[in-house]
């Protein structure tokens, strides 16, 4: 971290242990948070259970809804990791925003891309074939945090994570995930996550599925 760095953290910082939750749905929000390190899991309130809606690392924000529209915490933000993130208050986000155009234009951007990732979402749930459910769960973290790599794509994700964020048993996406290694279009990898070994094969799965489906 650059000095400059250094000395926000110090006047801004705060350092959260792995497991600690940041934030519950609900609460009021009087501060928003810029991700220094480690990755925090946002989730909703779901009846049949919290869904992820997405796990955030290094240089995201989250938590500005609350101060941007003076409502209740919307989602619970809970740290995967030990997280250190500065956190800031209505009024040095708003001087940061006025003051820095750079910073207002990566947030209204940030803030188009979750708009279509919670839509992209939507359409995901209302899918019935758990199969497609899974593949486009998996698509769709691929597309906001996938990164490439010698043997495809890389997705930071975890069956239950995949599974909270789609909604459906782990069971069942453990089932699609082992299928679809069987077929040499995933790979498991050690550390945790994902490798996509050529993404055109998934789609060309995903399409089948969905011609059958229409067939039926």
Do not use: C, Y
Request: net charge negative; aromatic share 6%.
């Amino acid at each position: 971290m650059s000095s400059s760095g250094d000395s926000l953290f110090a006047r801004f910082g705060r350092v959260f242990p792995a497991g600690s939750v940041i934030f519950r749905e609900g609460e009021s929000g009087q501060h928003m948070f810029v991700l220094q390190s480690g990755r925090v899991r946002i989730t909703k309130d779901h009846p049949q259970g919290a869904r992820t809606l997405a796990v955030l690392g290094a240089g995201e924000f989250f938590g500005e809804m609350a101060i941007l529209n003076d409502k209740p915490r919307t989602a619970t933000a809970d740290a995967l990791d030990e997280v250190r993130a500065l956190v800031l208050d209505a009024k040095m986000f708003e001087a940061m925003v006025v003051g820095n155009t750079e910073i207002a234009v990566r947030l209204i951007k940030k803030l188009s891309r979750r708009l279509d990732s919670a839509n992209t979402l939507i359409e995901i749930l209302l899918e019935q074939d758990p199969r497609v459910r899974v593949i486009l769960g998996l698509s769709r973290v691929a597309e906001e945090f996938g990164t490439q790599t010698e043997g495809g794509v890389f997705v930071p994700t975890t069956t239950e994570e995949l599974a909270a964020q789609i909604g459906l048993d782990e069971v069942k996406v453990i089932e699609v995930m082992t299928r679809l290694t069987r077929l040499r279009i995933l790979h498991p990898v050690d550390t945790g996550g994902w490798v996509i070994r050529d993404p055109s094969r998934l789609q060309e799965f995903l399409e089948f599925l969905e011609m059958r489906d229409r067939a039926d």
